[in-house]
T-cell receptor, first 114, second 111 residues
Framework: NAGVTQTPKFQVLKTGQSMTLQCAQDMNHEYMSWYRQDPGMGLRLIHYSVGAGITDQGEVPNGYNVSRSTTEDFPLRLLSAAPSQTSVYFC?????????????FGSGTQLSVL | SQELEQSPQSLIVQEGKNLTINCTSSKTLYGLYWYKQKYGEGLIFLMMLQKGGEEKSHEKITAKLDEKKQQSSLHITASQPSHAGIYLCGADMGDFNKFYFGSGTKLNVKP
């Protein structure tokens, strides 16, 4: 049982480059979300989705795009990377109600933008 | 997030000592969750509290939610090196589909 799978684990980008962070879950969860973790700031919600075809903004959405074409996948796109986007990114999924208990996290992607 | 204040930011304790981590909100907490993160890894769910005055324990970790449902504490008894990591509180504060996290407490336990 893979749970939530994130790729890549590490990535270095130059300013202005684009890339997609991949997230896939095999638990048939409707709710998926992306967080970034910065020192002293905990986890901040970037975007979330409550089902295929439905996405919405979180706390810090600027500079990121998402789409949800299938229940399993929820990729996060950086169209033009900036140094301020250097962070650790986590994808999470949940079956729905009671978010916290059922939030399953991926192992994270460490992104550096030079 | 600023909605959840967590303290202290970091903690170094000698093995065998007790410690407490606090999580405070200015809003009512509909659900308060504690997670542990080992360095370089994802988050692992520890406990969830929903009712005012609720207390839950698992092995040497006890979490409490106050009667007003605005403050929670995580207490570790007789700490061990395996307790080291980052502890985060997360909360459902009534914003539909949004879940907030505190800034985390970095715990080191010296053998």
């Amino acid at each position: 049982n893979a749970g939530v799978t994130q790729t890549p684990k590490f990535q270095v980008l130059k300013t202005g480059q684009s890339m997609t962070l991949q997230c896939a879950q095999d638990m048939n969860h409707e709710y998926m979300s992306w967080y970034r973790q910065d020192p002293g700031m905990g986890l901040r919600l970037i975007h979330y989705s409550v089902g295929a075809g439905i996405t919405d903004q979180g706390e810090v959405p600027n500079g990121y795009n998402v789409s949800r074409s299938t229940t399993e996948d929820f990729p996060l796109r950086l169209l033009s990377a900036a140094p301020s986007q250097t962070s650790v990114y986590f994808c999470a999924s949940s079956s729905g109600a009671g978010w916290g208990e059922k939030l399953f996290f991926g192992s994270g992607t460490q992104l550096s933008v030079l | 997030s600023q909605e959840l204040e967590q303290s202290p930011q970091s903690l170094i304790v000698q093995e065998g000592k007790n410690l407490t981590i606090n999580c405070t909100s200015s809003k009512t907490l509909y659900g308060l969750y504690w997670y542990k993160q080992k360095y370089g890894e994802g988050l692992i769910f520890l406990m969830m509290l929903q009712k005012g005055g609720e207390e839950k324990s698992h092995e040497k970790i006890t979490a409490k939610l106050d009667e007003k449902k605005q403050q929670s504490s995580l207490h570790i008894t007789a700490s061990q090196p395996s307790h080291a990591g980052i502890y985060l509180c997360g909360a459902d504060m009534g914003d539909f589909n949004k879940f907030y996290f505190g800034s985390g407490t970095k715990l080191n336990v010296k053998p």
